[in-house]
């Protein structure tokens, strides 16, 4: 069972091993590959966006409702970018350099960026007066997640910038690679976690989704980390 899953998961991403391939054309190629992780996490995204467009008017969109659109984008973003560099093999480095350079703009020029601009809203509206920090789980949560992100990409950018020259050499950044690979998944799975909170846990979701749309955005969640989990390569993690 497993090693039909593993030889599905590393057949060839190009007809022509040494073709060019741009990063937005790795990332249009692959997405067909991954139909199951990105239809799920659309439909998470178009459920978020029609809770907060069902409550606000577009045209006047208070500060917290710009939260839930920017964090579900990221999350959108953040699987698109794990999604591309996946199921990349040393025996087309230029697609795999391609999937890499995506990779790495996705994150470093968007994901991060919305998810810390996502946080700083409520981190701005709960230092208002009368308001606290940190007074539900989706809260601390989220928060603790948007600074491990950072400690995450920062790992994964130490371990290849420079040929891993900043944590003793290439042999140890690829180690350390692997972990920021693995510590990726984990952050994924936390990040949709903290989505699941927000639609069950706070009082402005309790009061503006309805059972459905609660519900799908639990089942969207969990079908996008299990197809997810489905294209994990078990060779490309640290040995644990």
Known sequence: MSSARDTSVTEPLLSHPEAEITPLEMVRHENPRAIGVQASALLFVGVVWSIVFSSFSPLSLPLFGFHPLIQSLAILLLVQAIVVLQRTSPSQPAAKKSAFSAHQWLNLLL???LFTAGASIMWYLHDQPGTAHFISYHGILGTAVVVAAWAQAALGAASVWGRGRMVGGEAQGKKLWKWHRLSGYVL???FAV????????TTWASKN???????LVVVALALAVVALAIRIQKSKLPKL
């Open 188 to 190: 994924v799975v936390l």
């Open 209 to 215: 989704a309805s059972m459905a749309q609660t519900l």
């Open 111 to 113: 994901v991060l960026p």
């Open 194 to 201: 903290t989505a699941v909170l927000g639609v069950v846990e």
